[in-house]
């Protein structure tokens, strides 16, 4: 089985879509039919059942994928490695993070540096204020940034965090009594504005516009540190919605933080500037996904 074929087997097997499979791979949907009835007829039996509705995989399809994605891993691992040996060996990779998010990240950086010796990590702080001008300038290499990212001039990597939502509020503030909140709270309160510094869409995936119920969230005064935003919310002037890592490293006198019950999980991503895909940030990438996600 050829290489492109193992990807687009593999590509159909997470996606479960014909057409799905052709856009993010850049090819024509009749070469993905093409490539997989040519897997069949050489193997004999069927890798996929497909109805009008949907396409699922046959058991053989099941064990099939965990089988090439484990050699896919490596090979790419391999390759990883080859590159990470030459030109840029011993790099000490710049890697953006928000707050004590450092802490969690340990087994990735641990595992980067026994597979890559000589390459290292030096963490800087990223502010939600400003999530991408560091990259762009070559001041960091790498950031870790909550999901979705879509700048055209930057690259997504492998999820390396996941966890849960709090609300930050005043421990004289009525919620903190409840000892939990919901999104629809945040209509009823001032959240912190992070200013013009941040994508629109980047800051309502973490601090929503409006609630699941379409009722507006109000701004209120600006922040453009971490600091800032919890004077803010000490102060009573605003709540405001934050990663369960912040909860977790953070306990300030007059603040208290509630678990955001019904807030979706938080995805963070390794992201770099396109034009900088270098091996060492590959080799990051490819221990990330060797790693898989490390849950907060």
């Known amino acids: ?11 159909l097997a997470e996606e479960l879509h014909f057409g799905r499979t052709a856009e993010r791979l ?23 059942d497909r109805t009008s509705r949907r396409v699922s995989l046959t058991p053989v399809g099941r064990r099939l994928r965990e089988d090439l994605q484990q050699a896919l891993d490596l090979l790419q ?50 502010n939600g204020s400003d999530p991408f001008t560091a990259l762009r300038t070559g001041e960091h290499d790498v950031h870790v940034l909550w999901l979705p990212v879509a700048e055209p001039d930057l690259t997504v990597g ?36 992070l200013g013009p510094g941040a994508p629109e869409y980047w800051v309502a995936s973490m601090v929503p516009t409006r609630t699941p119920l379409g009722r507006r969230v109000p701004r209120g005064r600006a922040a453009r540190t971490f600091h800032e935003i919890l004077s803010l919310v000490a102060a009573g002037h605003c709540v405001h919605p934050l ?17 955001l019950r019904d807030a979706p999980a938080l995805q963070w991503a390794l992201t770099w500037r396109s034009t900088n895909d270098s091996p060492v940030i590959r080799a990051l990438s490819q221990t990330a996904v060797a790693l898989g996600p490390i849950s907060l």
């Open 1 to 11: 089985m050829e290489l492109r074929d193992i990807e687009i087997f593999l590509t």
């Open 26 to 48: 850049h090819v024509s949907q009749a070469r993905v039919s093409q490539a997989i009835r040519r897997q069949e007829r050489r193997l004999g039996v069927a890798l996929f």
């Open 77 to 126: 691992a391999g390759l990883a490695r080859a590159e990470a040996a030459g030109p840029g060996t011993g790099q000490t990779l710049r890697l953006g993070v928000f707050g004590h998010a450092g802490h969690e990240l340990r087994p990735l950086v641990d595992a980067f540096r026994t597979r890559y010796p000589g390459s290292d990590v030096q963490f800087g702080e990223v």
């Open 158 to 193: 492998p999820t390396v965090l996941t966890g849960g939502r709090v609300l930050a509020v005043s421990a004289n503030h009525p919620l903190a009594e409840r000892g939990t909140a919901s999104l629809e709270d945040l209509a009823d309160n001032h959240v912190v504005d």
């Open 243 to 259: 990663g369960e890592i912040a909860a977790r490293y953070n306990r300030p006198p007059g603040i208290v933080f509630l678990p």
